[in-house]
């Protein structure tokens, strides 16, 4: 099964500057990588998915990148603001023959100072 | 996208009982997904459920332990049977909307269970 590694459990940054987060996996290359937000107490809200044969994907201030060479997928959000403070997870799939079931990442909880 | 709405949101059991949790989609899905995620974990998948069909329940989770319903397209519940405190977790419900065209997975809102 696939392994999921997310960079740092915590990322701190200045208001308006870019999080940059980061997933790697370690098995086969997905079909899709997705990633999702997760408030405290909150479910995981969907915010991108990108395709295998998809270098990079954007949705307003959001950028994911996925390199399959290095099995790492890359997450930005840019002019970051305090309302971005939050957990993102980073999701794949499971298997190799899409049975629609999930892997999910530890998290990276980025905190956003005014 | 489709909505969840997921209840209890939370819960404080005794050790030994049972807690059924209650999830309704407003519109009519194949399959349901039941996660669990511990506190400062990341979400681990239980089982899944298909309408008609018995509940796949994924390695390290039991059917009498966790066991499943879904009567139709757009409801399900999960059973945390026989609760010690080790099954303090939030429980989340969600449901694929569109996975190939781009839409990701709904998720409810959870619920925290705490047995005491």
């Known amino acids: 099964s696939q392994k999921i590694e997310q960079n740092s459990e915590a990322l701190n940054i200045q208001e308006g500057k870019t999080a940059t987060l980061t997933c790697n996996y370690t098995n086969y290359s997905p079909a899709y990588l997705q990633w999702y937000r997760q408030d405290p107490g909150r479910g995981p809200v969907f915010l991108l998915l990108?395709?295998?044969?998809?270098k990079e994907k954007r949705k307003e201030r959001l950028k994911v990148t996925f390199d399959t060479t290095l099995k790492q997928s890359l997450f930005h959000i840019t002019a970051s603001q305090p309302a971005d403070s939050a957990t993102y997870l980073c999701?794949?799939?499971?298997?190799?023959?899409?049975?629609?079931?999930?892997?999910f990442g530890a998290g990276t909880t980025v905190t956003v100072r005014a | 996208s489709a909505v969840i709405s997921q209840k209890p949101s939370r819960d404080i059991c005794q050790r030994g009982t049972s807690l059924t949790i209650q999830c309704q989609v407003d519109s009519q899905v194949t399959m349901m997904f039941w996660y669990r995620q511990q506190p400062g974990q990341s979400l681990t998948l239980i089982a899944t459920a298909n309408q008609g069909s018995e509940a796949t329940y994924e390695s390290g989770f039991v059917i009498d332990k966790f066991p499943i319903s879904r009567p139709n397209l757009t409801f399900s519940t999960l059973t945390v049977s026989n609760m010690s405190p080790e099954d303090s977790s939030i429980y989340l419900c969600?449901?694929?909307?569109?996975?190939?065209?781009?839409?990701?997975?709904?998720f409810g809102s959870g619920t925290r269970l705490t047995v005491v």
């Open positions: 990108i395709r295998e044969n998809e």
């Open positions: 969600s449901v694929e909307t569109g996975y190939t065209q781009g839409y990701g997975y709904t």
């Open positions: 999701a794949l799939d499971r298997t190799p023959t899409n049975d629609y079931k999930l892997s």
